[in-house]
Nanobody, 125 residues
Framework: QVQLVESGGGLVQAGGSLRLSCAASGGTFGSLTMGWFRQAPGKEREFVAAISRVGGSTFYVDSVKGRFTISRDNAKNTVYLQMNILQPEDTAVYYC??????????????????WGQGTQLTVSS
């Protein structure tokens, strides 16, 4: 069973940066497509970014393109989300997710089999 543990959330001012990390265990990390989702208060969970198994391809929701960067280190079983130019609307609980196979362009949360517990990001104006 794959286990995912996010870290790095916190409080940041608008315009600032933060990097989230997600450490995976219990599976073959290099065989997993990794993604980040977020859930803002009162809203449904939404897709943010995904990265292919070897990290050569990435996919983002339009609202974070140019500001967020997803990356992975397969030697460390870790995926990252570098977030720059943060805005109050980025405030949410951020979840790391993993799925078997190499389809990284799906935005549906049901396509991901494994989930972390989430980490809170709060962006103050």
């Amino acid at each position: 069973q794959v286990q995912l543990v996010e870290s790095g959330g916190g409080l940041v001012q608008a315009g600032g940066s933060l990097r989230l990390s997600c450490a995976a265990s219990g599976g073959t990390f290099g065989s997993l497509t990794m993604g980040w989702f977020r859930q803002a208060p009162g809203k449904e969970r939404e897709f943010v970014a995904a990265i292919s198994r070897v990290g050569g391809s990435t996919f983002y929701v339009d609202s974070v393109k140019g500001r967020f960067t997803i990356s992975r280190d397969n030697a460390k079983n870790t995926v990252y989300l570098q977030m720059n130019i943060l805005q109050p609307e980025d405030t949410a609980v951020y979840y790391c997710a993993a799925r078997a196979g190499n389809v990284y362009t799906t935005v549906r949360e049901n396509d991901y089999e494994h989930w972390g517990q989430g980490t809170q990001l709060t962006v103050s104006s």
